[in-house]
């Protein structure tokens, strides 16, 4: 109970009632949309339409409208999809890894993050469906019994570890998040006023009644899920970088890669949440749910993995040089030198150096500096992903065949067109279900936001 | 059956904890308890069992590893082997991720069903509180009367120290399951 820690700062701050917490988060949803809502709303489903515009396109035409060529087989769609599976990373940090961690503050920003994830997966899954280039056969990725055969999938290709690790995820992840939302759903169906609110949100609800015997069951399979979440998150970022490690291509085929990777998932998808929450706090007046204390909160998990990031550069610089390798050597050089080197240094200075702004507690409780850093992060590590793929490739063994890259307007058209669907996906979910896990952020009102020192 | 039931109201976690506890402790049948939450403590208060769901998730766990390992094994080395880069048919080493997603996968998906299904849980159920606020801000103790010593005044003095909001009686509607109420008459 609050009054039990009068000192400090609670993790919910405003004195809710377990009534108020409810009444706040609905609030959103029960009123009409507000115009900023549709603004907003219609601007990301323009950039979808775009997307779509674009996406059907090149399926239509062969990808050959991209900008690829001989030498640089990867770029843009790949850049893509691992920036926008490293997004999703971050919502299982905190369902998952927080819980096992017993961070209570994680219950305000849980529901959001999640649903984040859930969204940056579909859009990430968008670019290899598409890099297949004929993408209603991609059900051939799928080991079922066929007439080739059976011809069966190569289980030993990481590409095709990425096929299972990315359809477990989303999947694990959709289900995880739904659990979460049904005793929330039970609450607006209980507090519906028209009829078809009561049934939309009766059918969801699942017949939920707030029986003891199932919170028991559920706060298990909670745990559960948890468990088997976090070894899943790490798992699946791990295959991702694998889908480089394993090839010979100096700068891609190193050991350090799994943890690089990891780490820069996890950097970047807090800097997308903290982009998300900043302005959600701020739009729907949830200030006292999102406090500084979660701010700051995110941006020690930021400096923290920003800080791994960046040793994983040096020591890749490091490990280049050490191994006398003249290929590994030379690929370094050229990234940091090379024609590329704007974009190299553009990751570095996003990465690196603005985030050591986080450590100054000024800085880290200002929510519009927050929200510009935060916005950062996201160009910064969209650009490392890059950095890796184009750096390696376009200078290769053979001086003849190296070349350059320029994406073409059907690439920067797709990729505008997954942050539409991403941004679609998002204002739907803010207008139609609960931003805030009521059922979770009810269980820690007037818990301490820090533990508190012992006097008496 | 045709139960008759005490109810308590409470408004707050540890109200309707200590109620229950002092309940128990006394001898009550306690039917369930309501919560908008999950209440820590409220399951060594009512004295339930603990859940058997996770032998669930490590028995479909163990399940969709093993039975990966060996599809992966059957496809690669038994049913059409493809020399791939000269590695060995069955390359183990190489099979380790998909069978841990597979793994993961399978013991998620089985511990959820298994939950929905142990609660009865399915789209469409008519859900019958017990207050329409248990999802909102109320806490419901629930008690049964049936058993020869039930003494209604004696359970209402034990609601009131934990400061209960209300209380009342109900009795169950014959034929149907714990959780259908109505309101007595």
Wanted: with cysteine; net charge neutral; aromatic share 16%.
């Amino acid at each position: 109970m609050a009054s039990t820690y009068p000192v400090h700062e609670t993790l919910i701050t405003g004195d809710k009632t377990l009534k108020q917490v409810t009444e706040d988060v609905c609030a959103p949803i029960e009123r009409g949309p507000t115009w900023l809502w549709w603004a907003g709303f219609l601007v990301s489903v323009s950039a979808l339409l775009l997307g779509i515009a674009a996406v059907s396109y090149q399926v239509a035409t062969g990808i050959g409208t991209w900008g690829l060529n001989r030498t640089v087989g990867w770029a843009f769609d790949i850049t893509n999809f691992v920036f926008w599976i490293g997004i999703g990373h971050a919502g299982t940090l905190i369902s998952a890894i927080l819980f096992l961690f017993r961070q209570k503050w994680r219950t305000s920003i849980n529901r959001s993050a999640e649903a984040m994830t859930i969204f940056a997966v579909m859009c990430a899954g968008i670019f290899p469906l598409i890099h297949m280039g004929r993408p209603w056969l991609a059900y051939w990725v799928l080991p079922y019994p066929n007439y080739r055969g059976s011809l069966w999938v190569n289980f030993r290709s990481p590409l095709l570890w990425d096929v299972f690790a990315i359809s477990t995820y989303f999947t694990i992840s959709a289900v995880f998040w739904f659990l979460g939302l049904v005793p929330d759903l039970a609450t607006i169906r209980d507090r519906a006023t028209t009829k078809l609110r009561k049934s939309i949100f009766g059918l969801f609800s699942l017949g939920w009644d707030g029986s003891n015997r199932t919170w028991m069951r559920y706060e298990m399979v909670y745990l559960l899920l948890a468990g088997l979440a976090t070894p899943l998150v790490l798992s699946v970022h791990t295959i991702v970088s694998f889908d480089f490690a394993t090839s010979v291509i100096p700068g891609w085929h190193t050991t350090i890669f799994p943890p690089y990777f990891v780490a820069g998932a996890v950097f970047s998808g807090f800097g997308m949440v903290l982009t998300l929450m900043l302005v959600t706090r701020k739009v729907l007046r949830f200030e006292d749910y999102i406090t500084i204390g979660h701010i700051e909160a995110m941006c020690k998990i930021i400096i923290a993995t920003g800080s791994i990031v960046g040793l994983a550069y040096s020591t890749e610089f490091f490990i280049a040089w050490y191994s006398a390798n003249e290929y590994e050597r030379f690929v370094f050089f050229n990234r940091a030198l090379g024609p590329f080197a704007w974009a190299y240094w553009t990751m570095v200075s996003c990465n690196v150096i603005t985030p050591q702004l986080l450590w100054f507690k000024k800085i880290r409780t200002n929510p519009a500096i927050v929200f510009v850093l935060s916005l950062v992060v996201n160009v910064g590590m969209w650009f490392e992903r890059f950095v890796i793929i184009v750096t390696s490739l376009h200078r290769d063994y053979l001086p003849s065949s190296w070349a350059d890259y320029t994406p073409t307007l059907i690439e920067v058209s797709t990729l505008v067109g997954s942050f539409g669907l991403f941004f679609t996906c998002f204002f739907l979910f803010a207008r139609f279900l609960p931003m805030i896990a009521m059922g979770e952020v009810k269980g820690v009102l007037g818990h301490p936001g820090r533990m508190p020192h012992v006097h008496e | 059956m045709n139960r008759r039931l005490f109810l308590g109201v409470f408004e707050s976690e540890d109200d309707v904890l200590g109620a229950t506890r002092e309940a128990r402790e006394e001898g009550y049948e306690i039917a369930d308890v309501f919560t908008p939450y999950a209440v820590h403590g409220l399951d060594a208060a009512m004295g339930l069992r603990p859940t058997r769901l996770p032998w669930v998730c490590f028995a479909f766990g163990l399940a969709g590893a093993v039975l990966k390992v060996w599809f992966e094994f059957w496809t690669t080395s038994v049913s059409w082997p493809v020399n791939v880069g000269g590695k060995p048919f069955n390359s183990l080493p190489a099979f380790v991720p998909i069978t841990f997603e597979v793994m993961v996968l399978l013991a998620g998906l089985s511990t959820v069903f298994a939950f929905f299904w142990t609660c009865r849980l399915f789209p469409g159920k008519q859900p019958t509180l017990v207050d329409r606020a248990v999802t909102n801000n109320r806490f419901v103790l629930v008690l049964v009367e049936d058993s020869a010593g039930f003494d209604a005044l004696a359970a209402q003095a034990l609601c009131e120290k934990h400061r209960v909001v209300h209380t009342e009686e109900r009795v169950e509607r014959p034929g149907e399951e714990l959780r259908v109420w109505k309101e007595a008459a």
